[in-house]
């Protein structure tokens, strides 16, 4: 059976970019496992709940995920895990992944190991596509030198913080996704034109953000050779 490993953020995961691959993914039959950190439950991003940005309904569904589906409530720390043992690993965005999942070596070497391994395949996901920044190479080199990549914009974020870069919460955020991600060579293209993006380079795909979650899950289906389920 194909697997994958999600790494979600317990600083704060965006509903629909987990969720909506999440639950993609186990449609196609794939056998998914979590993992954060430090092996406790991620925490959803009460922003990503708002019904007026996403509907009554699809608020009810995320939050009784969240709330109930055992692989959030029981995830396995990343530091136990290995890419190998996987066909695909998944980064789903969300601001908090700024602060845990992007600094965190063994997500680094996750996705490193996922990117390099000819079976294997990674998919990031708007915020968490900032850990492009700090990942390397075995030679050194910047693993997103070079790769046509997409994620979460400057041209979004300026509409968030405020002339401090404070969130909502009041807390600073700490660097932009599209200024660090291009400062590591990577080609940046997040399509605004385009009401999705997602993109492809090798075995990394990677999305806009929300509303190319459930592309980007297709996206990653096909890239495992799986029918995508109707």
């Keep these: 059976m194909t697997n994958a490993l999600f790494v979600v953020s317990e600083e704060g995961y965006w509903a629909e970019e987990c969720i909506e691959p999440l639950t993609t993914l186990d449609e196609a039959g794939v056998d998914v496992t979590v993992a954060t950190p430090t092996g406790e439950p991620p925490v959803v991003d009460e922003v990503s709940l708002d019904p007026d940005d996403v509907g009554e309904e699809q608020v009810e569904r995320y939050r009784e995920i969240d709330e109930t589906d055992e692989r959030l409530n029981d995830p396995v720390p990343v530091a ?22 992007n600094q ?3 997500a680094r070497r996750l996705l490193r190991d996922a990117v390099a391994d000819a079976d294997g395949v990674a ?5 968490a596509v900032g850990l492009l920044a700090f990942t390397r ?4 080199e910047f693993l997103v030198a070079g790769r046509d990549v997409t994620g979460f914009p400057n041209a979004w974020e300026q509409d968030i913080v405020d002339e401090y870069d404070r969130l909502h919460d009041g807390r600073k955020l700490p660097y932009w996704v599209e200024d660090e991600v291009v400062a590591a060579g990577g080609n940046w293209d997040a399509e605004l034109e385009s009401e999705t993006s997602v993109t492809v380079d090798g075995d990394l795909v990677t999305a806009r ?3 190319s979650s459930s592309e ?12 995508t389920p109707a």
């Excluded at 290995?82 to 969300?94: K, N, S």
């Excluded at 998919?123 to 915020?127: A, D, R, S, Y």
């Excluded at 190479?137 to 050194?140: A, H, L, R, W």
């Excluded at 980007?216 to 029918?227: K, N, Q, V, W």
């Design 80 to 101: 136990g895990e290995d890419a190998a043992d996987y066909d695909a690993v998944v980064f789903p965005g969300g601001h908090g992944t700024v602060w845990d999942v």
């Design 216 to 227: 980007a899950a297709r996206t990653l289906l096909e890239e495992l050779s799986i029918e």
């Design 104 to 106: 965190d070596s063994d």
């Design 137 to 140: 190479e075995e030679s050194g």
């Design 123 to 127: 998919l990031v996901v708007c915020h």
């Design 209 to 211: 953000g929300p509303g």
